[in-house]
């Protein structure tokens, strides 16, 4: 039989070539029975590239910071663990060089010996916790779509792609998903869907911080296929933006709990939407298939890509493309021609399906299946993801973002 109270008991592995300190941290840990404390007798400069840390919830390092080469050890094995264990430094002596050096390593926490047995305690019950909940937080895969002009489809093309990503699992369960409608003033995303909008900016905006995982719960609005909205009420009126910090608080929280998150971003470029795009992974410009609509796609992009340097690169998306539209005489090698490499997809023209889909709140889908809207949209959103086992993995090499900052 296995030895259940200690698969279950929580495994600290200690490094340490300081007798002192190994007779610390075994009275400190030894009689705790829900700990399964591992000593390893040696200093980091020589046990710490070949230390296991398997199973380990934290790796404690008692390291002689005075010797540069147990720090570069220390380095490596922190490079090596990542996020996970977490690894707490102990050093002898310290000082702003040791702090600055340990800061750079991204040492969970550190401490200097002699210390308090409940500091080291403490010390690694928070790095555990933190790491748990930082492992528990999903790194949302994010996709923005934003209007070249008004009425060019963007708020139709974000609800579909929201449901197709829903769906995207296959037999799967279905992947947790989160439509936000940024468009505080004119947003229709609730309309579309058939939904009560619950999200109360004003009440968030005297103390984003109170803006946590509960808040944000009063705040979705369920979708019966499982898709979470994030939508306010509209407030035609009212001509007031909203401050910086509760955006960004808003857009934090949901690109952490969700697995998917798409935007329905406004035509007004506010403080706030440079941090949205460049937190996106996928960044959808949305426009009509006219002249002028095709121009300030353009126009857009080459903004967008000069103000954003290191955002995700901006792609133009043609809707209500009709092959016999005649009136503009646009083709697609027209559009082509105009755009460039911008140019990712041509959504096609149903007039009566997308009105009769609003008209019921229900996606397109539902008022027929195997529409050539949703049809040319998967293959732009979907398809690109599986591989060829069918699998899906994340498109792009997923931007660790903080919208906070
Ligand atoms: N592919 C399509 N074929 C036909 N009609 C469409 C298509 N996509 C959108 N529409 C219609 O275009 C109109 C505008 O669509 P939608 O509200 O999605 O645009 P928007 O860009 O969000 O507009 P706004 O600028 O008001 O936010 C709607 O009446 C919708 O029915
Ligand atoms: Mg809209």
Not at 5 to 28: G, H, M, N, Y
Not at 73 to 84: H, I, K, M, V
Not at 385 to 402: A, F, H, I, Q, W
Request: one cysteine or more; charged letters at 20%.
């Amino acid at each position: 039989m296995h030895n259940g109270s200690k698969s279950s008991a929580t495994r600290v592995v200690i490094l340490t070539a300081d007798p002192a300190f190994e007779q610390f941290a075994r009275e400190t840990f030894g009689a705790a029975k829900a700990i399964d404390l591992a000593m390893i007798f040696g200093s980091v400069a020589e046990a710490g590239d070949t230390l296991s840390a398997e199973d380990a919830k934290v790796v404690i390092v008692d390291c002689d910071a005075a010797r540069p080469d147990e720090l570069g050890a220390l380095a490596r094995l922190t490079t090596r663990l990542g996020a996970r264990p977490p690894v707490i430094a102990v050093t002898q002596v310290f000082d702003a060089d040791v702090a600055r050096a340990l800061m750079q390593m991204r040492v969970a926490d550190f401490l200097v010996k002699p210390m308090q047995a409940i500091d080291l305690v403490r010390a690694c019950a928070r790095a555990a916790k933190n790491a748990d909940t930082a492992a528990a937080s999903t790194d949302a895969q994010i996709y923005t779509f934003l209007p070249a002009v008004g009425g060019a489809g963007v708020t139709t093309l974000a609800v579909q792609t929201a449901m197709l990503l829903l769906n995207s699992g296959g037999t799967r369960a279905k992947p947790s998903t989160c439509l936000v409608d940024l468009d505080f003033q004119h947003g229709a995303v609730a309309d579309y869907l058939d939904l009560e909008p619950r999200l109360n900016l004003a009440e968030i905006e005297p103390s984003p911080d109170r803006l946590d995982r509960q808040l944000l719960e009063v705040m979705l609005s369920h979708h019966s296929s499982g898709l979470a909205v994030v939508a306010a009420p509209n407030r035609p009126a009212e001509m007031r933006s909203f401050d910086h910090d509760v955006v960004t608080r808003l857009l934090d929280l949901v690109s952490s709990h969700f697995e998917y998150v798409v935007f329905d971003m406004p035509r007004t470029w506010f403080a706030w939407t440079d941090a949205v795009l460049l937190g996106s992974n996928k960044l959808y410009i949305v426009s009509e298939t006219t002249v002028p609509g095709l121009r300030h796609a353009k126009q857009l992009v080459a903004a967008i890509t000069e103000r954003l340097e290191d955002g995700p690169k901006p792609e133009v998306i043609v809707n209500r493309f009709s092959q016999k539209m005649f009136s503009s005489g646009l083709r697609l090698a027209d559009i082509q021609q105009t755009l460039g490499d911008a140019f990712v997809s041509a959504i096609p023209n149903d007039y009566a399906l997308v009105r009769e889909a609003i008209d019921r709140g229900v996606p397109l889908d539902e008022v027929k299946p195997g529409n050539a809207i949703t049809t040319q949209l998967k293959k732009l959103v979907v398809d690109p993801m599986r591989t060829v086992e069918g699998k899906s993995v994340p498109l792009l090499k997923k931007l660790k973002l903080s919208f906070a900052s």
